[in-house]
């Protein structure tokens, strides 16, 4: 039997912090509003393109995992701030990285795309159609920001995480996991493209609509059944788990779902408030630092969860 063992992960956050207090020197906000209802004291900007942040995790997550990366056959991006529509992120890691001929595409999920495109390539490795992927999610949402709108522009920022997953016997890596979208509720969130995108140009700036109460609750609802389903499937209990890695949108949801979902604080990995909400890259980073710091460590059962956009919604269990 195959399994996906994760023999790298790494990180990239661009150096730029922008804090609480730089975002009230311009918008109608405070450090004290932002802390107290999000969680987040500050976030990353960065200067270079969606593609520059993926492929620099993308080099990290590989020389941790020891591999030449012309061996990789599989590459997946996720993300919902590609550089380009055409051609896809994954195309100029590829290029970047020396991964000459694997096969290489984006994935949008919104924030759970990283999961997904876990899900999908664990699949695709213990099937035997794949031996070596390079899984990434990178996002530079500071760019497509409308900076006058203090309800989005104080919850995001940027940054990107990448895992190699690699044919192994061990029965490691991505065990079991759930992937959902409730449809009906598509309209809660959404990023359009403004109100001048037309035939005759683009000069409009990207619209974000979302209702954030509503949000809330969905995301606690839906994490918390997508992480029943993988107890279900695996016969575990939360006693069995070492650490709980949520989607960080906000420092109170994921209190909330770790109340719901029973697992004690000091196991719930949070940096929120260091990077804000990175969409598709915070697992990655969430996942790289914790390894890096020793809050999760090798034989480690790490639940995961993941919500967003579609609405998107997730759970994994990641035996490390
Ligand atoms: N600074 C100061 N005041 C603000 C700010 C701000 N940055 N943003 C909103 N306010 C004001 C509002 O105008 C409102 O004022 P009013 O009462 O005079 O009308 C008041 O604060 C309360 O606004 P709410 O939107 O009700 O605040 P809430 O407590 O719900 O917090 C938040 C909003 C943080 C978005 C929360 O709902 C949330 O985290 N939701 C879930 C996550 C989410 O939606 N993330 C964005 C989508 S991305 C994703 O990951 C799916």
């Known amino acids: 039997n195959k399994?996906?063992?994760?023999?790298?992960?790494?990180?990239?956050?661009?150096?730029?912090?922008?804090?609480?207090?730089?975002?009230?020197?311009?918008?109608?906000?405070?450090?004290?509003?932002?802390?107290?209802?999000?969680?987040?004291?500050?976030?990353r900007v960065s200067h270079v393109g969606t593609s520059k942040l993926a492929t620099i995790a993308a080099k990290n997550a590989l020389a941790a995992a020891d591999l030449d990366p012309a061996s990789i056959d599989l590459i997946i991006v996720g993300t919902c701030t590609p550089d380009e529509i055409i051609p896809n992120v994954a195309s100029a890691v590829q290029r970047d990285i020396g991964a000459k001929d694997a096969a290489a595409f984006d994935l949008n999920a919104a924030c759970s795309s990283f999961l997904y495109a876990m899900h999908m390539a664990t699949q695709a490795i213990r099937t035997g159609a794949h031996q070596r992927v390079l899984l990434i999610g990178a996002e530079r949402l500071t760019r497509i920001l409308d900076w006058t709108k203090r309800e989005s522009a104080v919850l995001f920022g940027d940054g990107a995480g990448a895992m190699v997953l690699q044919a192994s016997d061990k029965e490691t890596g991505l065990l079991a996991s759930h992937?959902?979208?409730?449809?009906?509720?598509?309209?809660?969130?959404?990023?359009?493209?403004?109100?001048?995108?037309?035939?005759?140009?683009?000069?409009?700036i990207m619209q974000f609509d979302f209702v954030g109460q509503e949000i809330f609750k969905r995301a606690v609802k839906g994490m918390n059944a997508a992480v029943e389903n993988v107890f279900q499937q695996t016969g575990l209990t939360t006693d069995d788990i070492d650490a709980l890695i949520p989607h960080q949108a906000n420092k109170r949801l994921i209190d909330y779902l770790g109340k719901l979902c029973k697992v004690p604080s000091e196991k719930t990995v949070?940096?929120?408030?260091?990077?804000?909400?990175?969409?598709?890259?915070?697992?990655?980073?969430?996942?790289?630092e914790?390894?890096?710091?020793?809050?999760?460590?090798?034989?480690?059962?790490?639940?995961?969860a993941v919500f967003g956009g579609g609405l998107t919604c997730g759970a994994g269990l990641i035996q490390w």
């Open 179 to 204: 992937i959902s979208c409730d449809a009906d509720a598509r309209d809660v969130l959404s990023l359009d493209f403004g109100l001048s995108f037309d035939r005759f140009g683009f000069d409009g």
């Open 270 to 288: 949070i940096n929120i408030q260091k990077y804000g909400n990175t969409s598709s890259a915070t697992l990655p980073i969430a996942f790289a």
């Open 3 to 43: 399994y996906a063992e994760i023999t790298g992960w790494g990180k990239c956050l661009p150096p730029a912090v922008m804090t609480n207090d730089d975002l009230a020197t311009f918008l109608d906000t405070s450090d004290e509003w932002i802390v107290s209802r999000t969680g987040i004291s500050e976030r």
């Open 290 to 304: 914790a390894a890096d710091n020793g809050t999760i460590k090798p034989g480690d059962k790490i639940m995961s």
